[in-house]
């Protein structure tokens, strides 16, 4: 390549763009380990106690027995380490306010004129009586913790690329 034919601000553009090449490569390669990732998911980051994959774990967070083929290693890294930057409407959880007693957190199944039947904290189906209620609202934040300061380098690559693998319930 001849040097010192760009104006900076090709040069700019040209760097920004050869960025994005490798932005796009790095979305769909992880250098993890699938099946060490597994291994973590039912271990040290305890996530079955929030999440589905097939058969197993809790219904209070989202279902991810198909979340590699919505979303890429880029985005599903960016959940585990800022779970609060992105929560997708559908995946906000309620709070319950009843008229006495104490609120109740959960994923919203139904409801109706009568009740509002959700999925609470200890993977529970609980109908909660519309006359008992003070008030419903849906939570801003999420209560996923961030994994940033729990899980090394290599754990979190091992992770994304479990969570990548998840195409869909595996053939028995
Ligand atoms: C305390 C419960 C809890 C734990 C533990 C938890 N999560 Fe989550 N997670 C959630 C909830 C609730 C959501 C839905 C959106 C939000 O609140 O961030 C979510 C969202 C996600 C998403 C985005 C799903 C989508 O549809 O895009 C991914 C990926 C994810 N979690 C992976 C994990 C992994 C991997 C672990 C373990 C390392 C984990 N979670 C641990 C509750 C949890």
Do not use: W
């Not at 001849?2 to 490569?25: C, D, M, T």
Request: proline letters at 6%.
């Amino acid at each position: 390549m001849p040097p010192g034919n760009f104006s900076p601000f090709q040069a700019k553009v040209i760097v920004a763009y050869v960025r994005s090449l490798a932005e796009v490569a790095r979305a769909d390669s992880t250098n993890g380990l699938a099946s060490r990732g597994e291994v973590l998911f039912d271990g040290k980051g305890d996530c079955l106690d929030c999440h589905r994959i097939g058969n197993s774990g809790s219904r209070l967070g989202p279902d991810l027995t198909d979340i590699g083929s919505v979303r890429t290693a880029a985005g599903l890294e960016r959940s585990i380490l800022e779970p609060e930057a992105e929560v997708l409407p559908q995946n906000r959880l309620i709070r319950v306010i009843p008229k006495s007693g104490q609120p109740i957190t959960g994923r919203l199944l139904n409801q109706d004129t009568f009740s509002v039947q959700l999925i609470d904290r200890d993977n529970k189906l609980l109908s909660v009586p519309r006359s008992g209620i003070k008030e419903v609202m849906f939570l801003e934040s999420s209560i996923m913790p961030s994994y940033r300061d729990k899980f090394n380098m290599q754990e979190l690559q091992d992770m994304v690329s479990y969570l990548v693998s998840l195409k869909g319930i595996k053939p028995q």
